[in-house]
DNA sequence: TTGTTAAACTGGTATGACCAGTTGACCATC
DNA sequence: GATGGTCAACTGGTCATACCAGTTTAACAA
């Protein structure tokens, strides 16, 4: 019996993922004056607090633009929303992945893990190294199941972050690992492989034990290229079989450059 | 004349940052309950609506987890924030600059930069050449005003991460220009030279012109080094003449626990 | 043209009430 | 002793109604 907690949404939380979805999927362009809050209230049918809370959640994401007085309008959030936008921005309205942004979450990681693994090796602690292999022990012992191997792979960039000692790198990858858990399950023939080369991840482990920066960056980057293969090609895969259902779905500024 | 915009905040603003300082700097704990809305009202003596912004501000952030009639409790935001934070954590409450934190945005921008560069030299449009051409010509022409030449990187920068088609990178882009933009005035010595190397920024829009990846990579990465190098050389200054003033400050955990 | 004024917007703040979920102490039951 | 029910006292969530404060517009005066 597999259960899990029950989804709980107040009213702030709804009236933000309506705004939130209508502005990332492009029904209001950016400039787009919002509607007055009392005139939310009316359509959406809740009180104004709901409506404030909502909006100060938007503003705070780089989706909006308050202005006391004069009204509320859409802004372009490619250009003022931060990484936290990635979680919205991977699904579309069906619930499917996008793979063009899938993608970019695995080019993004795979230039991040290797400085990563580099600076880990060379501030990581005793203490850490320890750390790190037990989780790669962990590893080798559910070596068969997927889904606990991608949790542990998961701790493990986690550790190494830790260990780099690099806020920056630590706060993104919070960011990424909401979006990569939600991929997660759409993605495990992809990330399967990678998984799998547990011979990999000790080498990245090597490494840092004997403070080998340059060692731990090459290996981490050897580990990442199963996935980047893996989405590129599910992506080739997917657009020429695409191309002919719905072709210029998407605003494509002449892109025939790759001559 | 130089005039800006005056600051305006709102309640809830005032709260929201109060508080998230409170957290950030330590003063509040992981696990620490906050007051309840009612008692913050008695306490920060205003209205419910305005505390309730800022709370739902503070859970989006990452920073506090909220539970209807639960209680609401201090958050790890080291492992619960995102990027977004790294405005917040760049200064101290003096307003001068968390070099540590400075240091691990230069490390970031230093491991993302060549992947834009690559990526942007493989899937950029014939028109984009054009504008990074214009953007670079416009660098030459200013040549001895590092304020404008640093405005100009960024714009350079912000182009070459369209180019790159990457929605994360352009995301992380746009966190990471804030925290640049906080710390500029404070580190103009150190992106001084780099900004004067007005041949690493030709040779990337040349490589990006050719359609060269490897070369936009390493040429990027060159660059990059200059900031860097400044930013290590200040930090490790700066650390050695604070030794004597504050030793220990940090809770240097020597984890060795497992032995 | 320029500056003033007033009305009609907009968002911001305040209050008091009530709904809804959680917690813990107490107590009956088994 | 463990289980489950009840109730009171929290907690956050929702609501309606004021009123304050800043912006925009247009009419109007100098």
Redesign the pocket.
């Known amino acids: 019996m597999r259960l899990k907690p029950v989804a ?1 949404k ?3 939380d709804a009236v933000f993922e309506q705004l939130s979805q209508e502005i990332v999927h492009g029904r209001m362009r950016p400039g787009t004056p ?1 509607p ?4 939310l209230c009316d359509v959406l ?6 409506v ?2 909502a ?1 100060k959640r938007l503003s705070q994401a780089g989706l909006i633009a ?7 309008r859409v802004l372009d959030f490619k250009q003022t929303a931060s990484l936290d936008l990635l979680n919205r921005l991977l699904f579309h309205h069906d619930g499917t992945v996008d793979l063009r942004v899938a993608r970019s979450v695995m080019e993004m990681r795979a230039a991040m893990a290797p400085d990563i693994a580099r600076l880990a090796a060379l501030r990581r602690s005793p203490g850490q190294v320890l750390q790190l292999d037990e989780v790669v022990a962990a590893m080798a012992a559910q070596e068969h199941d997927l889904l606990a191997l991608q949790v542990l792979a998961l701790q493990f960039w986690d550790l190494l972050t830790v260990c780099s000692e690099n806020i920056a790198y630590q706060l993104a990858f919070n960011g990424l690992r909401h979006s990569y858990e939600g991929m997660r399950e759409a993605l495990v023939e992809v990330m399967g492989e990678e998984l799998r080369d547990l011979a990999a991840y000790r080498r990245i482990a090597e490494a840092v034990r004997r403070r080998d920066g340059e060692g731990a960056g090459q290996s981490a980057q050897a580990l990442m290229q199963h996935g980047s293969r893996g989405i590129l090609q599910l992506l080739a895969a997917l657009e020429t079989s695409t191309d002919q259902q719905e072709e210029g779905e998407e605003d494509e500024d002449d892109d025939d450059p790759r001559t």
């Open positions: 709980r107040s009213l702030s919002l007055s809050e009392r005139a049918r809740v009180n104004r607090g709901a404030r809370e909006l308050i202005q006391h007085g004069g009204g509320t």
